[in-house]
């Protein structure tokens, strides 16, 4: 199955010069989202994760699909003030400010070993921050997993943990 043919490409999205790979399209094929979840498994299971975590929001249509794919938990790292009860934060600069990612307070177990998801790896920026969170309470990251990567950032250069990727766009 190639994926990459199930990935629409939005120029000028959300602005101009920005080409924006959306896996709408993905999501919309069973056979294809299937296929791309079972792929994600397969690299994702050597990590042995206790829990899967999905950063918003595309992240969680990966994580959450492939939590009961591995038979793991799932939890979600998403934008302040976007979660319910007590939260933990990180905030992290941005090349223009700061932006903050949050988890509830009881959603790792310390020691629980960990695979970060989201749908795809740019800057890297967002992944490290949620990393750095994750384990500010406790968690072991494994590694980070994701459907595409843009190659020509380096995002993979900002984390500290394998980087497992379907696709790789490297211009």
């Known amino acids: ?5 199930h990935i629409r490409t939005v120029p000028d999205f959300p602005k101009p010069g920005i080409l924006f790979y959306d896996i709408s399209t993905l999501l919309a094929h069973a056979e294809a989202w299937k296929a791309t979840v079972e792929k994600l498994a397969e690299a994702v299971a050597p990590h042995k ?15 959450a699909p492939l939590s009961l794919a591995l038979g793991c938990g ?4 998403r934008k302040k003030g976007k979660l319910p009860g007590q939260t933990i934060r990180y905030t992290y600069d941005l090349e223009y400010g700061t932006d903050t990612v949050e988890i509830q307070a009881d959603a790792i ?3 629980q070993r960990v695979v970060v998801l989201d749908d795809l790896l740019a800057t890297g920026g967002t ?3 949620a990393i750095h969170l994750l ?3 406790g968690a072991d ?5 994701f459907i595409m990567e843009l190659a020509f950032l380096n995002g993979r250069d900002r984390l500290d943990v394998p980087a497992e990727v379907l696709i790789s766009y490297e211009s």
């Open 74 to 77: 799932f939890a979600m790292v």
């Open 49 to 63: 994760p206790d829990l899967l975590v999905g950063i918003e929001s595309r992240g969680f249509l990966v994580a």
């Open 127 to 129: 992944m490290a921050a």
């Open 141 to 145: 990251v494994t590694a980070a997993a």
């Open 109 to 111: 177990a310390p020691g």
């Open 135 to 137: 384990r500010s309470v």
């Open 1 to 5: 199955m190639d994926i990459r043919s």
